[in-house]
């Protein structure tokens, strides 16, 4: 991604010489453009407003928004957490692997086309995370044939769930059809009552004590049954799996 | 949503008397519009258009494009199979309705955004789906103040997925990084090695003996591992989920 560098002189006379744009500027400039007014306000333009340069010079740099996208995800892709499958068992690990991931993109749903659909070729943190992430799956005993294809079920559950982070209170409010459908309204208005979890403690993921709202709790409860289900599917080595 | 009808009277003079908009005929125009161009070429003043109106008249029914998509995914949710739930057992209904549901939903990942963020009040359609749906989890066994978690966590998992089913086949490809990353590499160049499914027979969800690629092969792992899970957090009544 550096290489793009170069391509940057010569600049225009007459224009004031600057700091030199680089991949890391543009991505600390589109956060923070993000950060205060949302993605709607990150286009190209604002961009090289914000960076003080011409959008020409910004072009040399980035082909086009997405490619300000990619930068960005990758850049947050560093704060997911994979420490745990350097000393956890992969079930405690991959929970808080997947709180992290989650917590992270659920601040910035407009990314998830960007993850979910863009090679990974240019993003080095989001590699690097990948790698950790494999050999956590392998040195567990996963088959190394079935490795992606769990990742990818994992990623797909926190992919929807960071949307649902950003559901409204009243996602569920059948409105006036709320007399035709009882077993809806009545599910939607006991949801949550009473205990939150049905598999014990939910102390993994920093999450122990605090209260939770539902989309927390409805995460909570798919995490738990896909990794109980991903591990009793492929009968991980004991030893990996005890304390 | 009817109801909006009535304020489409009175017309311009001069302007031409056509069909009356309604809902429907607005909600076919937009599919159309979308099946043959993608979601980019969906804007108001190309519905109004296609539809032969002016856009003050598009306006009368739709307040905005985002109503319109609210629409089109309402329209889409009739194609998803709930009928599994008044006549299978619960793991089995389940998996029906969750291929069907990602794959009515990969062919429009654009209204994911929509389905997940915005409320159901005016989409009868997705409401009638939740109705068979919670009242299959109910009958099932499930407990009332879990129906809902369990439905959020299982359709996050069916969102990302729609995503996953438009990732291009080489979104794992670590590019100038693949020496540094072994397990990565070694997992990815694997994928899909040998056997697709760990649980057996995948014969739900009407793939049976079809050769199903990465992204069927990931969501079908997911699926089963998640509904396992799901099943074994709430001790089902047996009688359920025999045959």
Chains 1, 2 share one sequence.
Do not use: C
Not at 35 to 62: F, R
Not at 116 to 121: G, K, N, R
Not at 128 to 142: C, H, I, K, R, V
């Amino acid at each position: 991604m550096e290489t793009s560098s170069s391509r940057e002189a010569p600049r225009r006379a007459g224009r004031p010489k600057r700091a030199v744009l680089s991949p890391a500027r543009i991505t600390r400039a589109a956060l923070k453009l993000v950060s205060h007014d949302g993605y709607q306000a990150l286009t190209m333009a604002a961009l090289a407003k914000s960076l003080n340069v011409a959008p020409s010079a910004l072009y040399n740099h980035v082909k086009s928004k997405q490619e300000v996208l990619l930068l960005v995800q990758d850049h947050l892709m560093a704060g997911v957490d994979v420490t745990g499958f350097a000393n956890k068992p992969w079930e405690e690990a991959v929970v808080v692997w997947a709180y992290s991931y989650r917590n992270v993109f659920a601040a910035h749903v407009p990314l998830i086309p960007v993850i979910a659909l863009l090679p990974v070729t240019n993003a080095p943190a989001t590699i690097t995370m990948y790698e950790a992430l494999t050999q956590g799956f392998q040195d567990a005993g996963w088959p190394t044939e079935l490795i992606i294809d769990a990742v990818v079920a994992l990623e797909s559950f926190i992919y929807g769930s960071a949307y649902d982070a950003n559901a409204p209170a009243d996602i569920f409010d059948a409105g006036s059809m709320a007399p035709q459908t009882p077993y809806f309204t009545a599910s939607v208005a006991r949801r949550g009552a009473g205990l939150r979890s049905i598999s014990g403690s939910a102390t993994a993921g920093g999450n122990a004590g605090v209260a939770r709202g539902d989309a927390d709790a409805a995460f909570d409860l798919g995490l738990r049954a896909l990794v109980a289900g991903l591990a009793a599917g492929v009968q991980l080595r004991p030893s990996q799996l005890s304390r």
